[in-house]
Structure formats: C-alpha cells, structure tokens
C-alpha cells in the first residue's frame, strides 16, 4: 500500500486585527524584505525624532514595541528601551535586540506616573480598540517636558483605500492586519492629548516613491538577497492616510 501524502496545514484566517497574527508571523519582524518591511522603515522615521537623552538613563518607553525594531535606531542616543506588548512571541525577540521588555496593555501600563522622559506609539493606536485610553497611558507616563512621539493612520476614505484595500494586497503589509473601523482621527487624536497636557504637532508621511517602486521591484525579481537599501519615509502635505506626531507634556 502507498504512504498516503502528508497532510499540509492551511494557515489559519484570523479576523481582522486579531494580535494572534503577530504570533503566525513572528518569523517575519526581523526579515528587511519581509511582511513587516515598512515596519522597519517607519521606525527609522519616528526614532529620528527623539533626540539624545539629556541625562543618564532616562526611560524611553515603547508602547507596542512589537520585536522592538525601534532599538537599532535608539543607540547612542543614551535611553533606557522599555518596551510594552501584549505579544509575548514578538517580546523575546525585542528582548533579544536589548529591550527591556514587559508583556501588558498599552491601555494600562504598570509602570509610575511620569517615569518616561520618551513615550512612543508607533503603528500601535490603529489596533488598540480604545486607542483614548492607550493615549492617556502615553501621556500620563510622560514626565513634565517630556516627548510624544507616534505614528498611525487616520480614520479616511483614502487611509482604508491605500492601507488597505491596495496596502495589503503588496508585500509591505500583511493582509488582515488592520481592521479599519480602528484607524485613527486626526484632530480627535491632537484634542485627545492635548486633554492630557500633550501639545500633539502632526505631519503626513508616506514612503518615497521610487525608492518603494525599486524595493517592490528587487523583492518581486526575488533573487534571494536583501534589498540594497531601505525607502525612506518623507513629510507629505496631507495627514490623510498615515501621519506621526510629536509633542512635549507640558509642566
Ligand atoms: C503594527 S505592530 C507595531 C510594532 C512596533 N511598534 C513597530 O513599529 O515595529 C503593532 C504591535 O502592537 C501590539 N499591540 C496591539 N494592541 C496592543 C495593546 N492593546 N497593547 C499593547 N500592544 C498591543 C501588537 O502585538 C504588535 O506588536
């Protein structure tokens, strides 16, 4: 009698936005060219925000850090990298890159009021189905002078239509991973902050265009190498799909 031919699993299709699917594609944060790419792009944007730490080892934490892609872009700059994450297989690689890393909500942090000298959030709020209160978290963590920084997408008609309905059909999103319902009003989110002390400055960005193009078209040739160089992320006039901001607490 033959061998009857092995049993191949399907992978599982989880609703949108459900955090098991960082568990599936846990394998893919630390890849450039995989399914999390933008992610590292992103990162390299948003952590050139945060200037060098004014004193020795002021706290800079990271809400969402996800594998803690963040961290390559921090060194040097003097911080203590703390980072908050309800996925635990995404924390041991944050862990393993020198993130000092807890697993929690970022609606509901365990750490003091006003430890942080940094908070960021970055591609966090578009998931979290309270992202007010993820916002209060950030902001009461934040001491007096001390900095905001994020980024997300906003709650529009073309935000749902590039990030999603085109963003994840390409290889620099995974598909399934946004529900859109969650995405993110711009001026609710500068009045959500500013109600906790928090001066949000915003600016639209996007990944530059030929850079992206080149990258889509090296990734898809597939010759087995990492692509040369990453695209940058660039201002753009409209906040109307993705934007980061940055802000200080006042006091
Ligand atoms: C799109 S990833 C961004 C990760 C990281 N900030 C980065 O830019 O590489 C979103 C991350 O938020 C985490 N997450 C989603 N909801 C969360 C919540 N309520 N509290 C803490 N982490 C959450 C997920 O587990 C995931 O790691």
């Given at each position: 009698?033959?061998?009857?031919?092995?049993?191949?699993?399907?992978?599982?299709?989880?609703?949108?936005?459900?955090?098991?699917?960082?568990?599936?594609?846990?394998?893919?944060?630390?890849?450039?060219?995989?399914?999390?790419?933008?992610?590292?792009?992103?990162?390299r944007a948003r952590a050139a925000m945060v200037p060098?730490?004014?004193?020795?080892?002021?706290?800079?934490?990271?809400?969402?850090?996800?594998?803690?892609?963040?961290?390559?872009h921090?060194?040097?700059?003097?911080?203590?990298?703390?980072?908050?994450?309800?996925?635990?297989?995404?924390?041991?690689?944050?862990?393993?890159?020198?993130?000092?890393?807890?697993?929690?909500?970022?609606?509901?942090?365990?750490?003091?009021?006003?430890?942080?000298?940094v908070?960021s959030?970055g591609?966090?709020?578009?998931?979290?189905?309270?992202?007010?209160?993820?916002?209060?978290?950030?902001?009461?963590?934040?001491?007096?002078?001390?900095l905001l920084v994020l980024d997300?997408?906003?709650?529009?008609?073309?935000?749902?239509?590039?990030?999603?309905?085109?963003?994840?059909?390409?290889?620099?999103?995974?598909?399934?991973?946004?529900?859109?319902?969650?995405?993110?009003?711009?001026?609710?989110?500068?009045?959500?902050?500013?109600?906790?002390?928090?001066?949000?400055r915003?600016r639209?960005v996007?990944?530059?265009?030929?850079?992206?193009?080149?990258?889509?078209?090296?990734?898809?040739?597939?010759?087995?190498?990492?692509?040369?160089?990453?695209?940058?992320i660039?201002?753009?006039?409209?906040?109307?799909?993705?934007?980061q901001g940055r802000g200080?607490?006042?006091?």
């Amino acid at each position: 009698m033959r061998d009857a031919a092995p049993v191949s699993t399907p992978p599982r299709v989880l609703p949108p936005n459900d955090p098991r699917q960082y568990d599936d594609l846990a394998g893919e944060w630390w890849r450039p060219d995989g399914a999390f790419a933008m992610l590292h792009w992103l990162a390299r944007a948003r952590a050139a925000m945060v200037p060098p730490a004014s004193e020795r080892d002021a706290l800079l934490v990271d809400l969402g850090c996800g594998a803690g892609l963040l961290a390559p872009h921090l060194a040097g700059k003097g911080y203590r990298h703390i980072g908050v994450d309800l996925t635990r297989s995404a924390l041991d690689q944050a862990a393993a890159h020198g993130v000092t890393v807890i697993q929690g909500d970022a609606t509901a942090v365990p750490l003091a009021d006003g430890c942080a000298a940094v908070v960021s959030a970055g591609e966090l709020l578009e998931h979290v189905p309270n992202w007010r209160r993820a916002v209060a978290e950030a902001c009461r963590l934040l001491r007096p002078g001390g900095l905001l920084v994020l980024d997300t997408l906003n709650d529009t008609l073309l935000a749902r239509l590039v990030a999603v309905e085109l963003g994840e059909r390409l290889p620099t999103v995974p598909r399934g991973i946004h529900d859109p319902r969650l995405f993110v009003d711009a001026r609710a989110l500068v009045a959500e902050c500013a109600r906790h002390g928090v001066a949000l400055r915003l600016r639209g960005v996007r990944p530059e265009l030929g850079g992206t193009v080149a990258w889509l078209w090296r990734r898809w040739r597939g010759d087995g190498r990492p692509t040369r160089r990453e695209p940058r992320i660039v201002p753009t006039r409209s906040t109307a799909v993705l934007y980061q901001g940055r802000g200080h607490r006042s006091g």
